[in-house]
């Protein structure tokens, strides 16, 4: 005998399925310069993520259609898009969430686009590279001076917590690509660096603080924030990313973190 | 058209940028000019899933030394374990968390300030007394935290990246005879081009292969890549057969919650409401080997006891622990099941069924993370380690938290042995048209015009390993499944991609992986048939108990060609390793 629940395949009810239309922001530059809106008609389980919906549009109708993906359960970072005019992981968010489904069938289309302020390179495939590098410059490691301990350093619970929130950080630029600052000028850092160097600052075992707040003092650090939260709203991890930001404004006067 | 091709010229080439491998490439990078082929950006790698912890015997919080985390590992691998390689893997975790830590990796803490540490499964007090807390862990997200610190590591060092470059054939030559490294070729996604990459030293990191089940907590892109390159250049593969299915996957989804929710607490309860794992581990209950659980809770809904309008699922109870618990403890899991199920794990259990987690098998390596050619030769200049490699130290059945430290410890060994071979060898001569196999592979999918699509083969194929040649197996089931997989491997020659084109072509790239699937699914299967007895992730229910005296070895699989192109699979086998610990009856 068979692993059991298996032998029961799913009832071929379709009952609970809903129609929803996606509306997707195409760009493919080997076929077409310009960038159009594509509708696709989907019957769909109100239950299942945005992400599910792509990938039926991408494995029953149009193979060419292009994103990142690979968790599917948002902790990879790798599908944030722009979903309805706000930055999500597609894999985070569930098509009943999104569709205002009345009488089975979607009321409006999902409106699918890449993430603004970056490049597009394909569908919703952006060029990263730039998000990285501001990434790298904050020096997101650790810096310590001294010989090393034998055993492990000693970090007391409360200094473990200092720091929390923004450990949880999988870098989706979600933050950063919503950030208006950011869409109008492509040389601020954004919120995502700004939140792995507060990982570092507020770390009580780290001694690049000093080196790290020079860095965003910078005209394109972090004074360019305007507290428009849209990068709190938008984090998939739940961030308080303006309040770190707004923490390390406080370091830069105060000097103390 | 043809394809454009550049080459490029490393000392080391690591394949893969999850723990393992940027776990050797911080080693390498500092000892060898040396490059990171990854298929995703660093930090999208499926090790930052893994939640509960890395275990190590610190005993920080209570007693507990290497040799009973050895004793664990012997007996949590059903015996399967080299136990020299157990034994390396217990000792080497202490440094291996300790240099985690000093390199920044932000550990929950005790009261003192050390590294707290909590239980897990199989991990146990002198031989199995007890349950022992020995998972050093950062809340419910260690991968993360792990592949963040390790990624933060390679910035720090300076290591090479190419991302989104997609290794598909490993660059073989003769050397005097003996079948020498010579490099790897890679497919860039974002302009379709092929790059030879010579290099002296080559270390397989691409991780797993669980994408073949359709309930899986694997990421989409886990397809074995690096299995399946080196098994079509003729190298074995070791223990294929062996597979974990995970207890606690989220019901239908497979999507992973943590064991280390059964570490905090957690109590697994059938629809009457019973903690059943106490009638089949007395002493571990819920944090007995993952095989055990598994394969209890499936006992459970056959016979009648599982939960909801089909039967087919049980409770992971944490109604019990304080919210402030859940909250400090196991933060991720509990909004998992917040967003994807809806249900609000304070107050209500949540439904979960076992999801297939982690290949144990895959290309053998010795303890210095060289690839076996076959018993006893390596491969020179090849490396593997992390869940692509087989040392073994999982045998039949991996603990939980000896993953993220398997990758620590063997990702370490293999980027320093590769850099250390790289600074005295020399570059080994390309074959001729290096990268013809691999263009010629290309060109072929992307003209195919078959009738057949990659998504109809990847379901029949992920439906039939779910429902043959899973937790349970039998001769007649794992027969199914191999001649379904033979003729879903014929109807793949016909299949055809939609996009034509040669920017980030996902849907050719689709295409290649369900290629290696299918390769890798035929040896699991046509592995587990052979092995005719019941050892831990491989239950044969005809077979149902372990045979030491004809299956204590390990299987060794390989591709071979006949003259006229057809291909076949050899089985041979290897000794298992055993030193401290002989084989008794495993119980928890």
Known sequence: ?257 | MTTAMQIHKYDTVIVGAGGAGMRAAIEATKRSRTAVLTKLYPTRSHTGAAQGGMAAALANVEDDNWEWHTFDTVKGGDYLVDQDAAEILAKEAIDSVLDLEKMGLPFNRTPEGRIDQRRFGGHSRNHGEAPVRRSCYAADRTGHMILQTLYQNCVKEGVEFFNEFYVLDLLLNDVAGVRSTAGVVAYELATGELHVFQAKAVVFASGGNGKFYRVTSNAHTLTGDGQAAAFRRGLPLEDMEFFQFHPTGIWKMGILLTEGARGEGGILRNKDGERFMEKYAPVMKDLASRDVVSRSIYTEIREGRGCGPEGDHVYLDLTHLPPEQLDAKLPDITEFARTYLGIEPYTDPIPIQPTAHYAMGGIPTNVRGEVLANNTDVVPGLYAAGEVACVSVHGANRLGTNSLLDINVFGRRAGVAAAEYAATAGFVDLPEAPAQFVADEVERMRDATGNERVTEIRKALQDTMDKNAMVFRTEQTLKEALEEITALRSRYRNVSVQDKGRRYNTDLLEALELGNLLELAEVLVFSALARKESRGGHYREDYPNRDDVNFMRHTMAYRETDTEGNESIRLDYKPVVQTRYQPTERKY
Not at chain 1, 75 to 91: V, W, Y
Not at chain 1, 212 to 222: A, Q, S
Not at chain 1, 232 to 242: E, L, Y
């Open chain 1, 1 to 257: 005998m068979a692993t059991p629940t298996l032998e029961k395949q799913p009832a071929a009810d379709t009952g609970h399925l809903v129609t929803v239309t996606f509306r997707i922001r195409r760009f493919d530059p080997e076929r077409s310069a310009d960038a159009y809106w594509q509708d696709f008609e989907l019957r769909i389980d109100p239950k299942e993520r945005v992400l599910d919906g792509l990938h039926q549009i991408k494995w029953e109708h149009d193979g060419s259609l292009t994103f990142r993906r690979s968790c599917a359960h948002g902790i990879c970072g790798s599908d944030a898009m722009r979903i309805n005019g706000k930055n999500r992981l597609a894999c985070k968010v569930l098509i009943k969430d999104i569709a205002d489904v009345k009488d089975g069938v979607g009321t409006k289309p999902v409106v699918i686009e890449a993430m603004k302020g970056m490049t597009v390179l394909k569908d919703l495939i952006v060029d990263m590279d730039p998000f990285f590098q501001a990434y790298r410059d904050m020096m997101p490691f650790l810096i310590t001076s001294g010989n090393e301990p034998t055993r492990e350093r000693r970090q007391s619970p409360r200094d473990r917590e200092r720091f929390d929130d923004t450990t949880k950080c999988i870098l989706c630029a979600a933050c950063t690509s919503s950030c208006p600052v950011f869409w109008n000028d492509g040389q601020y850092f954004g919120p995502a660096a700004i939140v792995n160097a507060h990982r570092f600052i507020f770390d009580s075992r780290d001694e690049g603080g000093e080196q790290r707040l020079e860095i965003l003092n910078d005209r394109d650090g972090v004074w360019r924030c305007r507290t428009i939260f849209n990068c709190t709203d938008a984090c998939p991890r739940g961030i308080q990313v303006t309040k770190a930001i707004q923490e390390v404004k406080q370091a830069l006067i105060t000097r103390r973190f």
